[in-house]
């Protein structure tokens, strides 16, 4: 029972990673950078539940802003970036180097790391939620990918459209939170 609660739970975390996977995949990226972008947020999904599990009622009293309303922002900054690539006359690409793939990884792997908080009353089993939560928000990332490239090459632009929607929807939630 308690690994199928983590894989219920590591399926919850992925899917927010999936939407903005969805979104970005409709820009068309290469095949390496999927690949890379998907281990990135693999690994913050393996490190943030650890970090959560022995540090995380220090960090948020440290941080003192729900992370809610730091993943509405980081949203938020996302949709207008996508937005400002739909009105533009010339087709841009939402450029995903390294350090915008470290932190969109970064943002949708920080509920992972309230999760962690919860993760050590669990027992010995704990360890196998991080890795748990690295495979299928490795594998939901890519799927994501693969599905907004291939909607972008059917739909075209109003996949981006859906994508932006998708993408503000998120950050809306996340104020509601």
């Given at each position: 029972m308690n690994i199928l609660f983590l894989i219920l739970i590591g399926?919850?975390?992925s899917m927010d990673t999936f939407s903005l996977a969805i979104n970005i995949g409709t820009y068309n990226h290469s095949k390496k950078d999927n690949i890379t972008y998907s281990l990135i947020v693999g690994l913050c999904h393996l490190i943030l539940p650890i970090i959560g599990a022995y540090l995380g009622s220090y960090l948020i009293n440290i941080i003192a802003i729900k992370i809610s309303t730091l993943l509405f922002?980081?949203?938020l900054?996302?949709?207008i970036e996508m937005f400002l690539s739909l009105i533009s006359k010339e087709e841009k690409n939402l450029e995903?180097?390294?350090l915008n793939k470290i932190i969109y990884a970064f943002s949708v792997s920080l509920d992972s790391l309230t999760v962690g908080l919860i993760l050590k009353s669990?027992?010995?089993i704990w360890i196998l939620g991080p890795i748990?939560?690295?495979l299928e928000a490795t594998f939901f990332?890519?799927?994501g990918l693969t599905v907004g490239k291939l909607s972008y090459q059917k739909m075209g632009v109003k996949a981006r459209i859906a994508g932006l929607v998708i993408i503000l929807f998120l950050a809306a939630l996340q104020l509601i939170k």
């Open positions: 399926f919850s975390l922002f980081v949203f900054f996302i949709g995903l180097n390294s669990m027992g010995s748990i939560f690295a990332t890519y799927l």
